[in-house]
């Protein structure tokens, strides 16, 4: 059963039976490089050309020109001939007189900032209950709370634009505790934030179950045997034992976060609560496809420093476990 | 780090000779409060689900009032329910293709690259690694419209344009880093002893991988698998900037510009109904699966769920 043909790397198969006749004495394991470069060949040539290559043709047309007759963008592939016509508009609507571009950077950044915190806040003590005192319970707490990393986003909002229309349940039981009507979907910061906590949230709460797991329970035990209260058990033993969880936590929930234009556009549509996001995507299908371009890759240089540490600090861990 | 921590804390605890255990309070007593923190947050995670689920058998149109219990939005409307609305049912079959090809060819790719990565040390495979846990953080919205530059714009894609073979391509580019970096966090774990010894015992190295790697791998890559399909079903920002028609819109992109187009209605509740059970039931076959898989070895029913979901 377990044998039974698990999927077989493509494009191997000739090298491999050419290299069948080898001596077989070999005195120490010294395994030909060429087997190992030739079974990571076709994931490496598909990230090449299907993850390097559509940057490289993003910042082609992101550094490229407009075509007035066809009103289209034309991507410029010689970087000696880039011109910065986009670059400057993008410029001028971030921090030009009517800059409205810096206006939804600013929003962005405060509604996933404050999204973030509030994720952490709610998603921390869940998953340290969980991890430390579900007990024999465990196994019921811990499907109920992976359960919604099962539920597609779509779902999840769904759900919450039939509870938040404004003859919805939200409103009635507000209504009937005396504290009125509120038309939640009609374009609010809150409602934005709120969509964002309860979409992001399962990621977060994963990663922080799995990292708070993990913890030795010795260790807080000897923390508690040696005198430490309950709070500062906490404080001085699990918390920084939980720092690596909570930052790769924190960066799973902003990262997308930072991308999404969903969230508000279902939530809010009202331009007063766009994000950085909305912006780019409705960029995409009129000429000035390359300024989107060009804001995309502001965005990701923006964002390089915490992809970069995330990616180390992954790299540091699966080498420890090593 | 830890023991430096847990070291000064109790230095400074004997140094103050504050360490008088209160006696009448049990300290490992039940923590009520976080518990009741934590149901609270179950019953506000999963209750609206329920709801939701609840107003696809609505028998009226609204998304708000629930108006008595029925199937109409199933098959009963001649014109809305998923049965007969082409659009809807489509959407089904959509989502299932991608998931299913993206899954056959995401998965082999990615496993042969963690196998030839981990095991070939170099400037060149340590830059590629680098490169696909890259692929595995860069924002999607970011990716997704590189990706729609390419099949718009970029010579020789061009002509491909988008639809359900851009889909296709962009949703392995996107997930590929899944059984990438399961299996090689697994093949740290195998070591390299299982290795020699094949080769001692003669096998060739295409052997060796054929009947040692890949066997103790099944369970890595079966748990890879369950990800990326289930994975490709919740996907949305990849496959709204990649498909065109109407027909190679997958389910999370018809629901997302119905209800964005103001055409909202229980019909899309129970579209996206039959979407959480589509991902129940493969979270519940990856489960089962895995566990059958990982029999006789020392990892427990929540350790693969945890597992099943990604959360290692």
Partial sequence: ?322 | MTSTALRESVATKAGTGRASPRLFRNPWRHPWFLEGFTWLYLVWSLVPIAIAVLFSFNNGKSQATYQGLSIRWYWGDKVNSIWYNPQLHAAIFQTLKLSAFTTVIAVPIGVAFALGINRWRGVASSSFNFIMILSFVVPELIFGVAMYFVFTQLPGFKGLGLGTLAEVLGLVTWNVSWPAIIVQARLVTIGKHYEEASADLGCTQWQTVRRVLLPLLVPAIFASAILVFSGVIDDFVIVDLLSSTAATQPMSVIIYSTQHGGNGGPALNALATVMLLMSFIVAGLGYAGYRLMTRGQRIDGQQALVTIAGGD
């Fill in chain 1, 1 to 322: 059963m377990t044998t039974q043909a698990p999927p077989q790397p493509p494009h191997t198969a000739p090298e491999a039976t050419a290299e069948g006749g080898r001596p077989r004495k070999q005195k120490p394991y010294q395994p030909n490089r060429l087997f190992w470069v030739l079974l990571a060949a076709p994931g490496m040539l598909w990230l090449a050309i299907l993850f390097v290559v559509p940057f490289y043709a993003m910042l082609a047309i992101g550094e490229g020109k407009l075509d007035r007759q066809t009103e289209s963008p034309v991507a410029v592939y010689n970087p000696f001939a880039w011109s910065s016509a986009n670059l400057t508009n993008v410029w001028r609507d971030l921090f030009g007189s009517n800059a409205f571009a810096l206006q939804d950077a600013w929003r962005t950044i405060w509604y996933v900032a404050v999204a973030a915190l509030l994720s952490l806040v709610i998603a921390y003590p869940a998953a340290y209950f969980v991890a430390r005192f579900a007990g024999r319970r465990k196994a019921i707490f811990l499907v109920l709370l992976i359960a919604p990393f099962w539920i597609s986003y779509m779902m999840r909002m769904l759900a919450w634009i039939d509870l938040l229309q404004t003859d919805g349940y939200v409103n009635k039981v507000l209504s009937f505790v005396g504290l009125g009507n509120t038309d939640w979907l009609g374009g609010h910061w809150y409602t934005v934030v709120l969509g964002l906590v309860y979409g992001y949230i399962p990621y977060l709460i994963l990663v922080l179950y799995a990292g708070l797991d993990r913890i030795d329970p010795s260790l807080i035990e000897a923390g508690r045997d040696l005198g430490l209260g309950r709070v500062r058990t906490f404080v001085r033993v699990t918390l920084p034992l939980s720092r690596q969880p909570i930052l790769t936590g924190m960066l799973i929930t902003v990262l997308p976060m930072l991308g999404d234009y969903y969230t508000n556009t279902l939530l809010s549509g009202a331009r007063s609560t766009s994000m950085i996001g909305n912006l780019i995507e409705g960029q995409l299908s009129i000429p000035s496809a390359g300024q989107g371009a060009i804001l995309s890759l502001l965005v990701l240089l923006v964002l390089l420093a915490p992809m970069i540490y995330y990616v180390v600090a992954t790299n540091r861990s699966s080498q420890a476990a090593s």
